[in-house]
């Protein structure tokens, strides 16, 4: 188990560095990604609509698997449009949940601290959507960038747990005498 949290470890602060160094590829392969996952819910959809014994399902499921497929080929298609729906997509999450957040803040049944953290941190949502949607184009290319920043902080915390896990091991070995 350490030895795979070792190298997921790797792997975050290998992407990590990608993403930060050429946030464009880290964009275009967030686009790929995207396509890829249209078309599968497109072939999941259709899957579901052939086995389905009523045609109300056939039909809407051959709906959801032609729009589907239209958001996978536009994505390739256009994935610079593509990037930036993404982003405010993003933003978009980012204002409602943030909303959210700062609404529960006021109901929650917390101490003041949390709830404080709860505004906070809601605050800090929503800000970034309103940025995401100021500016989605150097938005798409921050959100890759905070990306690689997460993904190497995440690979080193990864690299550090399993190290700290196979001396912990270790130790338990020795006192148990193995």
Do not use: C
Request: glycine residues 12%; without cysteine; charged residues 10%.
């Amino acid at each position: 188990m350490t030895t795979s949290l070792a190298w997921r470890g790797v792997f975050a602060i290998a992407i990590g560095i990608i993403a930060i160094a050429w946030p464009s590829i880290t964009i275009g392969a967030f686009v790929i990604l995207f396509a890829i996952a249209a078309f599968a819910s497109g072939f999941w959809q259709a899957t579901r609509a052939f086995s389905s014994d009523t045609a109300g399902p056939v039909a809407g499921h051959l709906l959801l698997a032609v729009l589907d497929a239209a958001a996978g080929a536009v994505a390739l298609a256009w994935p610079g449009i593509t990037a930036y729906a993404l982003t405010i997509w993003v933003g978009a999450w980012a204002v409602v949940t943030g909303a959210i957040e700062f609404g529960a803040a006021f109901a929650a049944k917390e101490p003041a601290g949390q709830r404080a953290l709860f505004g906070l941190g809601g605050l800090v949502s929503i800000a970034l959507g309103v940025v995401l949607f100021a500016r989605p184009d150097l938005g798409a290319v921050s959100l890759a960038q905070v990306f690689g920043l997460f993904s190497l902080v995440f690979g080193i915390s990864a690299i550090v747990t399993a190290v700290n896990l196979r001396h912990v091991r270790h130790d338990l070995d020795s006192m148990v005498g193995i």
